[in-house]
């Protein structure tokens, strides 16, 4: 008996179950509908999935349209705010740093002077390398000159093939005065960007205090 009654109630549950669905529909008070890409309008209570990523009109019962709504639009917009977002941070970071390093620069100087003086004594201490340098190399072709005349005795006295230690000697030479003349090119060079740092500061200096360019 207890299984007759479920049996019925499961059938009657079926066939009320249609009509409470039409109702839910008939209550509800919008409706999406779109143009498809097939030129086909389509309507529905929830986004019909020919209407995803296109431009969508809200309806209400009387075919009015209450709320356009542009996928791809609010989503150039979301991402053109985050853009601009990025950018105004980006923009208070540099802000920031260009003001710790505008204070720190006034806190190494007291005044142009003091620009130029630690000018001059880097400039002097670059120029002291450029010279240490100039003397390795010079040092460096003196022993080739020694190694050259060792070898012309070699070959003028017909001595046979010269010692290995000559040989050796000679390429180490070689390989050092290339490495010394790579490092002289490199310190000439500095110079500039000496120079370039400190004319920055000024200018910056000035900034920082007002003073005219």
Known sequence: MTTRRTAIFAAAAL????????????????????????????????????????????????????????????????????AEAEKKRELEAAQKEAMRRNRALLATYTSEIDIEESRKRDLANHRRGVEEVEYRIAEIKKRQTQYQKELALFQEGSKGTPPARLQEEITNADIDLKAQQSLLDAKKKEAVTINARYDEDRRRYREATGKPR
């Open 15 to 82: 066939l009320l179950a249609p009509l409470a669905v039409h109702a839910q529909l008939n209550n509800d008070q919008y409706a999406y509908r779109c143009t498809g890409k097939d030129g086909k309008k389509y309507y529905g209570q929830t986004i019909p999935p020919a209407c995803l990523g296109l431009p969508l009109e809200l309806i209400n019962k009387q075919g009015m349209v209450v709320k356009r709504i542009d996928p791809e639009g609010e989503e150039r917009a979301r991402l053109a705010k985050e």
